[in-house]
């Protein structure tokens, strides 16, 4: 038989009969670390409401009540610190500011003090989607609670979002209609004399 080239066959084979050589396998020092991407929910606006009067149109879009921080991620983390959080908001939200649905047109004035209350403590879009049921009081939380995803699976929800949460309180609490008769009552009492 004839001789074999140092590195290319049995005649170097380890106990294994596989030969191992440098060239053949890197050191782990060498070997770049494995790239994990994790993926990210994408931040997803829902259909705004169509509104007739154009002046009408901030106050029914979602996207006017949006957080300076638009993070999506919610774990564990996020989860620990949410009760220091909620103090926090609580602090700028005011005591005794929570919403019960009434009167129906107030959604406008709690919209914009949450948001407000979020965005002076850097509060994300995930955590206020999970921050806003604490700031309503009864019947309302019941109902916002309905429409949220469980935390254990069960219940998948009518709402997976900060916005859509949003879009779901404008749509059940507020309409064109009942908004129109409210300026016009304003602006009929701010015209006329001896008021």
């Given at each position: 038989m004839g ?27 060498r ?20 509104v ?13 009540y ?8 919610y ?18 939200f ?8 009434t ?9 914009r003090?949450?948001a ?10 995930a ?5 806003l ?14 429409v949220m ?10 709402v997976n979002?900060?916005l ?13 209609a ?14 006329t004399?001896?008021?």
């Amino acid at each position: 038989m004839g001789e074999v080239p140092p590195g290319t066959g049995s005649a170097d084979a380890g106990p294994g009969g596989s030969s191992s050589t440098e060239s053949d396998e890197e050191p782990l020092a060498r070997q770049g670390p494995e790239i994990v991407r994790e993926t990210f929910p994408t931040r997803e606006v829902p259909a705004k409401i169509v509104v007739n009067i154009p002046m009408f149109r901030d106050v029914f879009d979602c996207e006017s009540y949006s957080l300076v921080n638009k993070s999506l991620t919610y774990g564990s983390r996020e989860a620990h610190t949410l009760g220091r959080r909620k103090k926090d908001v609580a602090q700028s939200f005011g005591v005794r500011s929570e919403w019960d649905g009434t009167p129906p047109l107030k959604v406008f004035q709690f919209l914009r003090k949450f948001a407000k209350a979020c965005d002076d403590n850097d509060v994300s879009e995930a955590e206020a989607f999970f921050m806003l049921q604490d700031f309503t009081k009864e019947p309302l939380r019941s109902e916002v609670m309905s429409v949220m995803p469980s935390r254990h699976g069960g219940n998948p929800g009518e709402v997976n979002s900060y916005l859509e949460l949003i879009n779901w309180m404008l749509r059940y609490h507020a309409d064109e209609a009942s908004l129109a008769a409210q300026v016009e009552e304003f602006n009929r009492a701010t015209q006329t004399p001896g008021y």
